[in-house]
């Protein structure tokens, strides 16, 4: 592989919650990789900060041990050298605690601060509160926060404000981590560093498209924030929205943040509204029941949440137009869900037939043609066409797949999301992050879908455990003469 590994310049990246989950699963193991490529100067440092009382011996204990799951390593003398940047502040983001001991750890050293709240959303407002009234917000820091964020177009607004109020939006960095995975990146080099698509990546071409996002996981012991969020608030306003910006975008003047920002904005603000009159027809929601993953039995969606009564959804499939010169009348499906069959997540483009047969009788299996991004397991591209079928016997078509796969391809591995994210964050890139007018752009979208469900009394359909989610999912698309992709080509 060709990558540069070129060093971001010194920072000091404060990871609030930085005892929990996503600190051990991906940010140490994120910051560690690229430390160990050379791109983290090793003035740098990482403090992680939480309630718990603890030492940054302790700290480095911890990391070490989520580097060993996560990250695992030989170099002894890198992860010696990695552990140097590491340090722990006992902070409360409710009371005073711990507030002055991070402000004089961070000094007064002019670098590039980045405070990443790895903590529940409803305590993004007290720590940017706090953040600012001790004087640690300077013209050089920057503000990461995840999803969720809010869980409808008010809630995230409130939030919106809250932190706008200590950070510039510049300084304000909304991840989606699907956005840093490697492939969600090619899609924007192959369709805006190649003459090929741009000129069939319309209505006239393409036939429809679809988006698959499955996990063959379960709620994996988030039961309690996954029930109140479910399928449409987990997945569909945020990565599955981001994945059809892509898409559908006008190609931006460059891929400058706010070029492609702009774009992204254009689509999600052109997107037939989905309400009460229509939810029932083009949407779907699923909620699995006990079945089994991976050859084993796993129990039912209620189970695991223990809310015998809850009417979440665990799968949500729908179909989205978007009403635009470019688009109208090319359907999006969209699905995502839990305890499906497998891993996968994938694009497929697929356009129109040809608009004539040639070949009589040999071309009555011509297949359309059919582009299909992978953006996981096994990340890359594959482009379906019509061919001769070689040898002799007269001429037959056969379909064949010109298939690239980026672990074949390139020697190296494919870097995690947030490796790339975290040191975006540093760099000041905000192209892969969400603006805010963005985020309340899908959730005015998003919301009257879910009233709409409310309303027309749309509740979720039981699916099995390791089916592809209830039969009127494979309705929905196949009401229309098409199916979801599921194989190879
Ligand atoms: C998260 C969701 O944003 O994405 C999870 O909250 C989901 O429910 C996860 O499992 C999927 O991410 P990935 O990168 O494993 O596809």
């Not at 189970?303 to 090319?330: C, H, M, P, Q, Y």
Request: aromatic share 8%; hydrophobic share 40%; net charge negative.
């Amino acid at each position: 592989m060709t990558s540069q590994f070129i060093p971001v310049e010194p920072f000091d990246y404060v990871v609030f919650g930085g005892t929990g989950d996503l600190a051990e699963r991906k940010l140490i193991p994120s910051l560690f990789r690229r430390f160990c490529d050379g791109q983290i100067p090793e003035t740098s440092r990482i403090i992680g900060a939480a309630r718990s009382n603890m030492e940054t011996g302790e700290y480095r204990t911890f990391a070490r041990k989520a580097i060993d799951e996560h990250a695992p390593s030989d170099d002894a003398g890198q992860i010696a050298a990695f552990m140097e940047l590491l340090h722990y502040v006992a902070v409360d983001a409710l009371s005073e605690r711990g507030w002055e001991e991070l402000k004089s750890l961070l000094g007064k050293e002019d670098k590039v601060r980045a405070f990443y709240l790895a903590v529940g959303p409803s305590i993004f407002g007290p720590i940017a509160d706090r953040l600012d009234q001790h004087g640690m917000v300077r013209d050089r820091s920057r503000l990461v926060i995840e999803k969720p964020i809010g869980k409808d177009l008010k809630s995230a607004r409130e939030l919106n404000e809250t932190i706008g109020r200590h950070f510039r939006e510049d300084q304000i960095f909304r991840i989606d981590h699907y956005l840093g995975k490697e492939t969600v990146q090619n899609l924007m080099a192959l369709r805006f560093a190649n003459t090929l698509y741009q000129p069939v990546w319309n209505a006239s071409f393409i036939d429809h498209v679809q988006i698959t996002v499955a996990e063959s996981i379960g709620v994996e012991g988030r039961g309690s924030y996954y029930d109140k969020a479910g399928a449409i608030r987990d997945m569909m306003q945020n990565h599955l929205l981001q994945l059809l910006c892509l898409v559908a975008m006008e190609p931006p003047a460059s891929i400058d943040a706010d070029a492609v920002r702009d774009e992204k904005l254009k689509v999600l603000r052109s997107l037939k509204a989905i309400d009460a009159g229509n939810a029932a027809q083009q949407t779907v929601r699923g909620q699995y029941k006990a079945g089994a993953s991976g050859g084993e039995a796993v129990p039912g969606y209620l189970d695991e949440v223990e809310n015998d009564l809850s009417e979440t959804e665990s799968f949500v499939a729908l179909k989205a137009e978007i009403e635009t010169w470019r688009w109208a009348g090319v359907p999006f499906y969209l699905r995502t869900g839990k305890r499906l069959p497998a891993r996968v997540s994938e694009i497929v483009i697929e356009f129109k037939p040809v608009p004539h047969n040639a070949f009589g009788d040999a071309g009555t299996d011509m297949k359309a043609n059919r582009l299909i991004l992978r953006l996981q397991p096994d990340e890359g591209v594959s482009q379906s066409i019509m061919i001769k079928d070689p040898g002799p016997g007269g001429l037959r078509l056969r379909q064949v797949t010109l298939d690239m796969s980026f672990a074949e391809s390139f020697d190296a591995h494919a870097p995690d999301a947030y490796e790339r994210l975290l040191l975006d964050v540093i760099r000041g890139n905000q192209t892969l992050f969400m603006r805010r007018d963005e985020v309340e752009a899908a959730w005015r979208w998003i919301d009257p879908i879910i009233e709409g469900w409310l309303a027309a009394g749309v509740k979720p359909a039981k699916y099995t455990a390791g089916s592809w989610g209830p039969t009127a999912s494979i309705a929905l698309i196949e009401r229309d003469g098409r199916t979801w992709h599921e194989g190879e080509t």
